[in-house]
């Protein structure tokens, strides 16, 4: 199985500032299929990120993915009101595995 | 633009066999570049994926609750659904069904990422 850990486990920052979330996985993530989702209280994830870089239609392009193998980063260029949420990473190289989750909140 | 809708019902008593519905809308659950899966929340804690499948009738289940956990589809019913047998108050949750795209390598292919989710439906495991 692989596991997938997520740092920091909280981030706090303030309105404009760049995010910088890391998700390492416990091996490398074949053909670095990786995607990033968005969680707010109350509702569904939204996929943000997938096959590691590539953002879905509708994406707004302040989120960006890097990495490769173990080590990956979801960024937020400038962070807005409504970003302030969990993210978690999820590895489907082999089965699917969720990491633990990233809060962002408001510094 | 697709809809996923969770139905069943919100609690179960222990011992039991959970058992959830997700309707599809606005696109068809034959396509052969979707699949389509469970995941869920347990109140205050992370998501954990439960499992996926096409709509051929392949399968994929976390290895974990591989042995309780049956996901089918009716393609005709445009619709698929999740039992999981033998539940404790462990397996209560919020569970998600959600349209996953396809991830292919070596001419093999395999459920990706959630693209489209259901709101989700606050299952308690109780007496």
């Known amino acids: 199985e692989v596991v997938l850990t997520q740092s920091p486990g909280t981030l706090s920052l303030s309105l404009g500032e760049r995010a910088t979330l890391s998700c390492r996985a416990s091996?490398?993530?074949?053909?670095?299929?990786l995607a990033w989702y968005q969680q707010k209280p109350g509702q569904a994830p939204r996929l943000l990120i997938y096959g590691a870089s590539t953002r879905p239609t509708g994406i707004p392009d302040r989120f960006s993915g890097s990495g490769s193998g173990t080590d990956f980063t979801l960024t937020i260029s400038r962070l807005e009101p409504e970003d302030f949420a969990v993210y978690y990473c999820?590895?489907?190289?082999?089965?699917?595995?969720f990491g633990p989750g990233t809060k962002v909140d408001i510094k | 633009q697709v809809q996923l809708q969770e139905s069943g019902p919100g609690v179960v008593k222990p011992s039991e066999t959970l058992s959830l519905t997700c309707i599809v809308s606005?696109?068809?659950?034959?396509?052969?570049?979707?699949?389509w899966g469970w995941t869920r929340q347990p109140p205050g804690k992370g998501l954990e994926w439960i499992g996926n499948?096409?709509?051929?009738?392949?399968?994929y289940y976390n290895p974990s609750l591989k042995s309780r956990a049956t996901i089918s589809v009716d393609t005709s019913r445009n619709q698929f659904s999740l039992k999981l047998s033998s539940v404790t108050a462990a397996d209560t949750a919020v569970y998600y069904c959600a349209r996953h795209g396809t991830a292919c390598s070596g001419g093999t292919c395999y459920p990706s990422g959630g693209r489209y989710w259901g709101q989700g439906t606050l299952v308690t495991v109780s007496s």
């Open positions: 091996q490398s993530v074949g053909s670095n299929y």
């Open positions: 499948i096409f709509y051929s009738g392949s399968t």
């Open positions: 606005g696109g068809s659950i034959s396509s052969d570049v979707s699949y």
């Open positions: 999820q590895q489907y190289g082999s089965f699917l595995t």
